[in-house]
């Protein structure tokens, strides 16, 4: 009777299961640097690793009726955090008053890129993985808890839409050796997305508020606002800029693609723009193209991201003779481990890749991909890593991938 019930309901619902996979595997030739394809996802070990690129994921497709659906994705990964709710990459319930608009409630991935709906469904894109100097950063943050209306339209022979987002965001990271956490309210999200014959082009932007933010260095804050103006006129200025709530992130990004018949190219650039010296502003994007023969994907991909402006410096207390030894000291060091929070973020580095994607089977397909990475002295902040860099150096990433998708 039951089984009847269950079956009969899911019917009704019209109830459609999909999945997908990734088995990957990554060789770092760096003895010193984890790499990190995210930051919400644990470092490789250097060496052999199968844990970064591998994931396993199902989603629930439920049409209501004509104007009701619901979608939830379960993603289960090697994810710093070990909340269960973390794994929910979405879990929403959509309205449709017209063919052309739509009103989703629930948790949307924020949509800042090209592949925001299947970043994480490794058979969707050409590559071994999203290409870290675009996707590490701004990837990491990917959930939205909250509301978005979008509408679509045939413009000039094209498909145009628009969404509009609004809610709060969480995530923990890992990065530099330790955990930290992050909350974001009063986040906006705006996505632009055209669509016509071989062509995507889209634009986004989106802003958001730090509510608060969990890490050790943070506690460097109270230490400053502790010394005395008259001892050390830059420690309020320094506690200012390390204080992260209040804090506001604006980022923005174009991309295109271009698939038809044996080329296929893909493009995205994008501008993070902070005032917190925490996270301090970067250009990052990357240039793909690859050309097919027969079950087969050669491709290249270019990528670069850097600071915009140099690595802050303060002045460095000047202290009298008279401040007795000890709180020389301690206000000495607390100037130096404040100044190395400030720059223990900075970015630079480039690189070059090249791989082949193979389409054996139907829904399955192998990837091979070479990466060869050049980080510039102190901008090892895609990277995990046990001391600072003060040299340029270059690292080889070599990877194979098996991905799938299947649906029930």
Same mark, same amino acid.
């Given at each position: 009777?039951?089984?009847?019930?269950?079956?009969?309901?899911?019917?009704?619902?019209?109830?459609?299961?999909?999945?997908?996979? !990734?088995?990957?595997?990554?060789?770092?030739?760096?003895?010193?640097? *984890?790499?990190?394809?995210?930051?919400?996802?644990?470092?490789?070990?250097?060496?052999?690793?199968?844990?970064? /690129?591998?994931?396993?994921?199902?989603?629930?497709?439920?049409?209501?009726? +004509?104007?009701?659906?619901?979608?939830?994705?379960?993603?289960?990964?090697? =994810?710093?955090?070990?909340?269960? *709710?973390?794994?929910?990459?979405?879990?929403?319930?959509?309205?449709?008053?017209?063919? /052309?608009?739509?009103?989703?409630?629930? =948790? !949307?991935?924020?949509?800042?890129?090209?592949?925001?709906?299947? =970043?994480?469904?490794?058979?969707?894109?050409?590559?071994?993985?999203?290409?870290? +100097?675009?996707?590490?950063?701004?990837?990491?943050?990917?959930?939205?808890?909250?509301?978005? #209306?979008?509408?679509? =339209?045939? #413009?000039?022979?094209?498909?145009?839409?628009?969404?509009?987002?609004?809610?709060?965001?969480?995530?923990?990271?890992?990065?530099?050796?330790?955990?930290?956490?992050?909350?974001?309210?009063?986040?906006?999200?705006?996505?632009?997305?055209?669509?016509?014959?071989?062509?995507?082009?889209?634009?986004?932007?989106?802003?958001?508020?730090?509510?608060?933010?969990?890490?050790?260095? $943070?506690?460097?804050?109270?230490?400053?606002?502790?010394?005395?103006?008259?001892?050390?006129?830059?420690?309020?200025?320094?506690?200012?800029?390390? !204080?992260?709530?209040?804090?506001?992130?604006?980022?923005?990004?174009?991309?295109?693609?271009?698939?038809?018949?044996?080329?296929?190219?893909?493009?995205? $650039?994008?501008?993070?723009?902070?005032?917190?010296?925490?996270?301090?502003?970067?250009?990052?994007?990357?240039?793909?193209?690859?050309?097919?023969?027969?079950?087969?994907?050669?491709?290249?991909? #270019?990528?670069?991201?850097?600071?915009?402006?140099?690595?802050?410096?303060?002045?460095?207390?000047?202290?009298?003779?008279? #401040?007795?030894?000890?709180?020389?000291?301690?206000?000495?060091?607390?100037?130096?481990?404040?100044?190395?929070?400030? *720059?223990?973020?900075?970015?630079?580095?480039?690189?070059?890749?090249?791989?082949?994607?193979?389409?054996?089977?139907?829904? *399955?397909?192998?990837?091979?991909?070479?990466?060869?990475?050049?980080?510039?002295?102190?901008?090892?902040?895609?990277?995990?890593?046990?001391?600072?860099?003060? $040299?340029?150096?270059?690292?080889?990433?070599?990877? $194979?991938?098996?991905?799938?998708?299947?649906?029930?």
């Amino acid at each position: 009777m039951l089984s009847t019930f269950t079956s009969a309901a899911m019917a009704e619902a019209d109830l459609k299961v999909s999945g997908f996979g !990734t088995l990957g595997g990554i060789y770092n030739d760096n003895d010193t640097l *984890n790499f990190h394809r995210a930051f919400t996802l644990k470092a490789t070990d250097t060496a052999w690793s199968w844990k970064s /690129d591998s994931l396993i994921g199902v989603q629930l497709n439920a049409s209501l009726d +004509e104007k009701f659906d619901a979608v939830g994705q379960l993603v289960l990964k090697d =994810r710093v955090s070990d909340r269960f *709710n973390d794994n929910i990459e979405l879990l929403f319930m959509r309205y449709r008053p017209t063919r /052309d608009w739509y009103v989703r409630l629930g =948790r !949307t991935h924020a949509e800042l890129y090209m592949l925001s709906e299947y =970043r994480n469904v490794g058979y969707g894109y050409l590559w071994a993985r999203p290409i870290p +100097e675009f996707y590490a950063f701004s990837s990491s943050i990917s959930q939205v808890d909250g509301v978005d #209306v979008g509408f679509s =339209r045939r #413009v000039a022979g094209g498909l145009l839409d628009v969404k509009l987002g609004y809610g709060k965001s969480n995530a923990v990271f890992e990065g530099l050796n330790t955990q930290f956490e992050i909350d974001l309210e009063d986040v906006w999200v705006f996505t632009s997305q055209l669509t016509f014959e071989a062509w995507s082009l889209r634009l986004a932007a989106a802003q958001a508020e730090v509510d608060s933010f969990t890490f050790k260095a $943070i506690g460097l804050v109270d230490g400053l606002n502790q010394v005395p103006s008259n001892l050390w006129p830059q420690a309020s200025t320094m506690a200012s800029d390390l !204080t992260p709530e209040g804090q506001i992130l604006n980022y923005f990004a174009l991309g295109a693609t271009y698939d038809s018949d044996s080329w296929v190219f893909q493009s995205e $650039i994008g501008y993070m723009h902070s005032d917190w010296s925490f996270l301090q502003s970067f250009y990052s994007g990357y240039a793909s193209i690859g050309y097919r023969f027969g079950d087969a994907t050669l491709y290249g991909v #270019v990528a670069h991201i850097e600071n915009q402006n140099p690595p802050l410096y303060y002045q460095a207390p000047n202290l009298s003779p008279e #401040v007795p030894p000890e709180l020389s000291s301690a206000i000495g060091e607390l100037y130096a481990e404040s100044q190395l929070a400030i *720059n223990l973020n900075r970015v630079h580095q480039s690189s070059f890749s090249l791989g082949v994607r193979w389409d054996f089977y139907p829904n *399955n397909t192998l990837k091979f991909q070479w990466d060869n990475i050049n980080i510039e002295e102190g901008g090892t902040a895609l990277w995990s890593h046990s001391f600072t860099q003060e $040299i340029d150096t270059q690292v080889n990433l070599f990877s $194979i991938n098996y991905s799938f998708i299947f649906s029930l």
